[in-house]
């Protein structure tokens, strides 16, 4: 199997849905003879030609109601949002229309479309271009959010996005997109949308993480794992929206103790909802308070001291060992 990295696996998985399925096109800002800002769709417009790569101008609401016409017409449009804090100015036809239409038509209609939008920090970037939002995304009814952790997983879940017969909005965590490379297969693989992925089985504390917070994580639960021989469960939540609540509490109600992880900001957040779920439904079995390691309330700062805002290894844990101790 060939080893790629993120960028590479979207790009094969676009690829060779475009190739399956002519109704597949992808449009946006530079995604044609540039490839993308990121090259994530690098060499599309060669094999597929500009009417099913399109070069858009900069204007996302555009992009996003031209993309929920096609869909309308039978196309499966995949709209890049060229950083996800550009993708503000298409919430009101995200809101108003596309997450809406299936109820508005009773079933009817549908829209198979999937916003692509690179975000979260880490990359040294300007303002509006680092944020982590995928809970205002995940508030719209209607909408499907998917986060992908690894270049394999998403690879499987851009292929299972493109082919949803609803809207998805396809997260990528743009910090990882080149930072490690695993091995691909070029065979067919879809993940099941709404379904948690248990990366390591374990009996003594349940970590939760998503997208590029899964490799602090990871440290982190080898490293106390190394030091104190704790059995840990590391679940990768991978849809934020439908979340998989079910498998997280099943976990929790086997461990007794929660460890949370996002990289945005902890109000009104992933963590926020996940908490209350497991205070829904496992708070019987809990042996210490559920904990969340996440970014700070305040805006994604610039350059350098992200570094600082970002959880990293070291804080996770630090909660982790705080929540076993309790």
Do not use: W
């Not at 475009?18 to 800002?29: H, I, Q, T, Y």
């Not at 692509?116 to 995304?137: D, I």
């Not at 899964?214 to 939540?237: F, H, N, Y």
């Amino acid at each position: 199997m060939p080893k790629l990295n993120m960028v590479q696996a979207i790009n094969l998985g676009m690829d060779q849905e475009m190739a399956r399925d002519d109704s597949v096109v992808m449009l946006g800002e530079d995604v044609g003879v540039d490839g993308g800002v990121f090259r994530v769709t690098d060499g599309l417009i060669d094999k597929y030609g500009k009417e099913r790569v399109i070069d858009t101008p900069l204007a996302e609401s555009g992009i996003m109601g031209t993309a929920i016409g096609m869909a309308l017409a039978g196309l499966r449009p995949v709209a890049e949002m060229q950083f996800s804090g550009f993708s503000y100015l298409a919430i009101p036809q995200l809101e108003g229309h596309a997450s809406r239409l299936r109820q508005r038509t009773l079933g009817q209609q549908t829209v198979p479309l999937v916003v692509r939008m690179p975000y979260g920090g880490g990359v040294r970037a300007l303002e509006h271009h680092s944020e982590s939002r995928e809970a205002t995304y995940g508030t719209f009814p209607g909408l499907k959010v998917l986060i992908p952790s690894t270049p394999r997983n998403a690879r499987a879940a851009i292929v299972a996005a493109i082919r949803d017969p609803d809207p998805v909005i396809f997260m990528e965590p743009k910090h990882i997109y080149r930072a490690f490379k695993e091995e691909v297969p070029e065979e067919e693989e879809v993940v099941e949308i709404g379904k948690a992925q248990i990366v390591q089985a374990g009996s003594d504390l349940t970590v939760v993480a998503f997208g590029a917070m899964m490799r602090p994580t990871l440290t982190a639960v080898e490293e106390v794992q190394r030091a104190r021989g704790t059995s840990i469960e590391v679940i990768d939540l991978l849809t934020i929206s439908p979340m998989d609540s079910v498998t997280v509490v099943e976990s929790v109600k086997k461990t007794g103790r929660c460890v949370l992880v996002q990289e945005a900001p902890k109000t009104f957040s992933v963590s926020s909802e996940l908490t209350a779920r497991i205070n829904d439904h496992a708070l019987m079995y809990l042996e210490a308070p559920v904990r969340r390691v996440t970014g700070y309330d305040v805006v994604t700062p610039y350059f350098g001291r992200e570094l600082d805002f970002i959880p990293n290894a070291n804080r996770i844990r630090r909660e982790i060992e705080e929540t076993i101790d309790f």
